[in-house]
Nanobody, 125 residues
């Protein structure tokens, strides 16, 4: 039974940092890509970042490039999203997703088969 558990959200002041974790279970091996997505009230879901299963390649939305860093610890089956220099516009519910069929990094939500519950990130000004 495949499960994804996102955690690490919270309330932080602008300029602060948070690290989100996405713990995966039920997978065999590490051959799955992971994406982080966010949705703010009244806005469409946005693909924030992703990491491939094969070569560890990554991608970031322009809105977070240079501030967010995605990484994975295959031994722990966990992917992290380090978020620095947070801004009020980063406030959203963040979710992680996994794909076994698409090994490449993608910020397009439709390629992901498995989704975890969201974790709320709130950045105060």
């Amino acid at each position: 039974d495949v499960q994804l558990q996102a955690s690490g959200g919270g309330l932080v002041q602008a300029g602060g940092s948070l690290r989100l974790s996405c713990a995966a279970s039920g997978f065999t091996g590490d051959d799955y890509a992971i994406g982080w997505f966010r949705r703010a009230p009244g806005k469409e879901r946005e693909g924030v970042s992703c990491i491939s299963s094969s070569d560890g390649s990554t991608d970031y939305a322009d809105s977070v490039k240079g501030r967010f860093t995605i990484s994975r610890d295959n031994a722990k089956n966990t992917v992290y999203l380090q978020m620095n220099s947070l801004k009020p516009e980063d406030t959203a519910e963040y979710s992680c997703a996994a794909s076994k069929t698409h090994a490449a990094c993608s910020r397009w939500y439709a390629v992901y088969e498995y989704w975890g519950q969201g974790t709320q990130v709130t950045v105060s000004s």
